[in-house]
């Protein structure tokens, strides 16, 4: 990242060089919701905005995401992963990067 004047006047901050994306979907996880595995559709990004999301993936591995949390998911083949919120609803954003 490189520090950036993005929007004038306000002060530089740290800027990555941009990414193309298609298009972005807006996901809520209903409480009680539960996945088995699956391989991801596209190569994408996937951003926690609200509540907790349980992620795990075909070899065992196990994460829980909170708001803030990202993850760039490529597992466009295989058995995938899986998924389910913790404590009630999640709400996340997905950005297709093809």
Do not use: C
């Not at 990555?16 to 298609?22: H, M, N, R």
């Amino acid at each position: 990242m490189s520090a950036i004047q993005y929007a004038p006047p306000a002060p530089a901050l740290d800027i990555s060089e941009p990414t193309e994306a298609t298009k972005f979907f807006w996901f809520r996880f209903p409480d009680k919701w539960h996945d088995a595995a699956h391989p991801s559709p596209r190569r994408q990004l996937f951003v926690v905005l609200e509540g907790e999301v349980e992620g795990w993936t075909s070899t065992g591995d196990t994460r829980i995401f909170r708001a803030g949390d990202r993850l760039l998911m490529e597992d466009t083949t295989g058995k995938g992963h899986g998924a389910r919120p913790l404590n009630g609803e999640a709400l996340a954003v997905v950005i297709a990067l093809e």
